[in-house]
């Protein structure tokens, strides 16, 4: 049986769609939301496959295909003089930056992303364990992309403390968790959101 190749998931107009919405939305754009316009565009696609959010192995291949084809659109993007900022919780249109003669930048991102072997090779086992090695190198400081996108995740203003913040949360968690028949999407990202901002305030000492 012949192992599927990017080009064989990728809907042809893949590029035509994410510039599209990269272009409506300057400010970027998060991952889940780009999964779900996906879904949305190409309803016969790996990215409208039901359940696919729920397993972990799937979601990983997703994930993985998603930012294959970004990493090769901003490549593709040479001529135009654009590249794309790429960040889970954030994928936005950029000017491509100006280096200069013989500067290169070694992006291990790209290099893994670009590896179509690490798609065909990764199995559950390994998402696991991806997931936990994530999640303990957590360490950078929170972006503001990524406040600006938790924040209007979960309907929060820049003003609101950490108490609006955790009943805002909890709300929208009655509302959308899985397990009360919510959309598994919204719940992943509502709760993503409040990660974001609890890492935030933390980090800058609010009580």
């Known amino acids: 049986m012949n192992k599927p190749t990017a080009q064989d998931l990728l809907p042809p107009d893949f590029d035509e769609q994410v510039l599209w919405l990269l272009e409506e939305n300057p400010q970027g754009i998060g991952e889940f939301a780009l999964l779900r316009h996906l879904a949305t565009a190409f309803p ?32 593709a993007l040479v001529d135009s003089r654009r590249e794309l900022s790429i960040e889970a919780l954030c994928i936005s249109l950029q000017p491509r930056q100006v280096r200069g003669p013989g500067v290169q930048v070694n992006d291990p991102l790209r290099s893994y992303y670009l ?26 400081p929170v972006t503001q992309c990524q406040l600006d996108w938790a924040r209007e995740i979960l309907g929060v203003a820049r003003d609101d403390g950490v108490a609006v913040i955790k009943q805002r949360y909890r709300r929208l ?7 009360r028949g919510g959309n598994v999407e919204r ?5 993503e959101a409040y990660l974001i901002l609890n890492r935030y305030y933390r980090e800058a000492g609010s009580r």
């Open 44 to 75: 016969h696609s790996v990215f409208a496959v039901p359940g696919a959010m729920r397993d972990p192995l799937q979601l990983f291949q997703l994930h993985f295909l998603l930012f294959h084809g970004l990493y090769r659109l901003s490549d």
């Open 115 to 140: 590896d179509w072997n690490q798609w065909l090779e990764t199995s559950a086992e390994d998402v696991t364990r991806l997931l936990d090695d994530f999640w303990r190198g957590q360490r950078e």
């Open 173 to 179: 968690m009655m509302q959308h968790h899985p397990d």
């Open 187 to 191: 719940g992943s990202e509502i709760n």
